[in-house]
Each structure stands twice: as structure tokens, then as C-alpha cells.
């Protein structure tokens, strides 16, 4: 494969993920209300499993507790983008950094 076949791969699934991620926005600012009120209890649910295992990780206290701090900020900047209405775009990717991050955290812990 040619640099400019793998070029126009990589544009490719590129175009396929944002197209994707705007499918998802869009509807998720059609019924924002419900999504935003389920996320809420889903993601302060992974956040908090989150937690719990990086409190129970034997890893050096100063990065557990960055780590931690993360994993509070970021669901705690999720919750309150909801409560203050911020725009749909801004509440959907707060919901998938702090998921993301947390899934992320969860992992790691894991292993």
C-alpha cells in the first residue's frame, strides 16, 4: 500500500468516527433532558467504582490521590455542566472525557 492509500485510509475512518460522533451528539441535543438525567447516574456510578479501585490499588499515595482527584473533578464538571445548562456540545463531551478517563482508570486499576 502506497503512503497516499494509507493516507486516505486513516481520512477514512477518520470521516467514519466524527460522522459517528456527530450522529451521537445530535441526538443527544434532541432529548438532552433524559440523556443528560441517565448519564448522570451512569457515569457518577463509573466514577465511583473508579474510585473505589484506585483507593484499594497499592500504588504510591501521591498519583493515587492525582488520580482520584481526576476521577472527582471530572464527574463532578459533568454534573455541574448539567445543572447549569451549559450548551449540549459542551455537556456531551464533558460525558465522554469523564467516562472515557474513568473507564480508563477502572483498566489500568485491573491489571
Known sequence: MTHSGHKS???SKKVK???????LL?????????YA???IIGQSC???IAAMLLL???????AMLTLL????ILCMAYNGAVLAQLKPKVVFNLL????????LVIICSLF
Open 9 to 11: 485510509l486513516f481520512t
Open 17 to 23: 468516527y466524527f460522522k459517528y460522533y456527530t450522529n
Open 26 to 34: 445530535a441526538e443527544f441535543k434532541r432529548a438532552q433532558t433524559g
Open 37 to 39: 438525567t441517565i448519564a
Open 46 to 48: 463509573i466514577g465511583s
Open 56 to 62: 484499594m490499588s497499592d500504588i504510591q499515595t501521591a
Open 69 to 72: 482527584f481526576l476521577v472527582t
Open 96 to 103: 465522554l472525557l469523564s467516562v472515557s478517563f474513568n473507564i
